[in-house]
């Protein structure tokens, strides 16, 4: 659910790399206007897909009257409904779409495996985009790239001299913005050394399985998705995804276009390799750094500094990660009573930062 990369999704549709049309599976009822390189946005299309909801893709050049009429914030994915309503926020546009379509679900039956995957989700949208972020416009190798692929979107067919400057002037402003997810000289390292490791401890749990909770996608697929698909074309950790996580690679292929290959797994077998994932990464990284953020946000302070698993992270609080911490505790209240999702928030170290 963050709001990190600003104001460059506004030309056409020309996707740059792997994004493959498919015609919609009904005439198109849906309207998503997004883009590529919009983690948010690929990762409701991806869901679309998923439910075989026929729709359009279509950009903000393409779509700027209908933009206009339904935005709210400057900001894709939006979602306009055969109703004519606009939905913005990939996490509820998700949600009124599962209320709407709840066949083939993408919530596990199991109540710790659901909530888990709501957990994950939100370590995606809110975690995972640091990594995508900061790897974007950390580097030359992946600046160069992404600002010529979004330079091609904002000026499809421009000649190479303008692309060129466009692709300049966005590097230049990008760059500039990356303190929105709290990457500094202070926390590349942490950033890159949690992206490494989840990529190595995801490896071992898609050995034998198609999806995150077994061989069909869950909700927290489509989010953490978003964030690894973009990071997939980026020079830089696509090359370490290739150097060390070939599972991973094909898992972000298969939800480009996912089907359902079979049921979900219960809690018990998902287990061995989900569970350093909670305590490494969710526990150890994600969830201290939300509270803290909250915290900060409370306080009305300017800026907050928090001891990770990883080391001291310092960034300036973001409004929009307390709203978002304040859903995830809203929803693990309806696990509440749930004494074994309690145990394994307890058991991973999460739960003190749930209630
Ligand atoms: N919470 C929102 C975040 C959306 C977001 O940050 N979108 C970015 C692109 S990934 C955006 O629109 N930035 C402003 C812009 O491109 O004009 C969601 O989950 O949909």
Not at 168 to 173: F, L, P, Q
Request: glycine share 4%; aromatic share 10%.
């Amino acid at each position: 659910m963050a709001l990190a990369n600003h104001a460059f999704f506004a030309a056409s549709r020309t996707a740059v790399i792997t994004a493959e049309k498919k015609e919609p599976q009904t005439d198109p009822q849906y309207h998503l206007i997004g883009a590529e390189e919009s983690p948010y946005s690929v990762k409701v299309r991806s869901y679309l897909r998923y439910k075989q909801l026929g729709h359009e893709w279509l950009s903000r050049a393409e779509a700027n009257d209908l933009y206009r009429q339904h935005a709210k914030l400057p900001l894709i994915p939006l979602l306009i409904t055969p109703e004519g309503h606009g939905l913005q926020d990939s996490t509820p546009i998700i949600e009124t779409l599962e209320s709407a379509h709840p066949d083939p679900s993408i919530h596990p039956d199991d109540s710790v495996c659901r909530f888990v995957s709501c957990l994950l989700e939100e370590f995606g949208d809110e975690w995972g985009n640091k990594w995508m972020f900061h790897y974007r416009w950390a580097r030359e190798a992946d600046q160069v790239a992404c600002s010529k692929r979004l330079a091609s979107l904002l000026a499809p067919g421009a000649d190479e001299q303008t692309l060129n400057q466009t692709a300049a002037t966005i590097r230049e402003r990008m760059i500039d913005r990356v303190w929105f997810v709290g990457s500094s000289e202070k926390t590349a390292r942490q950033i890159e050394d949690s992206f490494k490791d989840t990529l190595a401890l995801l490896e071992p749990h898609l050995l034998n399985r198609r999806y995150l909770f077994g061989e069909r996608p869950a909700f927290a697929d489509f989010a953490l998705w978003g964030q690894l698909y973009n990071m997939h074309r980026d020079p830089t950790p696509r090359g370490i995804m290739e150097l060390q996580a070939p599972k991973t690679i094909s898992w972000i292929e298969r939800m480009n276009n996912p089907t359902a290959h079979g049921s979900f797994e219960q809690w018990p077998s998902l287990k061995r390799t989900l569970l350093p994932l909670l305590i490494d990464q969710v526990a150890g990284l994600f969830l201290p750094w939300s509270k803290a953020n909250a915290d900060a946000i409370a306080g009305g302070r300017e800026s907050f500094t928090v001891k990770l698993r990883s080391g001291e992270w310092q960034q300036k609080p973001q409004k929009y990660h307390a709203r978002s911490l304040m859903a995830l505790r809203q929803r693990y209240q309806a696990f509440e009573s749930n004494a074994d999702a309690r145990d394994v928030m307890q058991e991973t170290g999460c739960l003190d930062f749930l209630v």
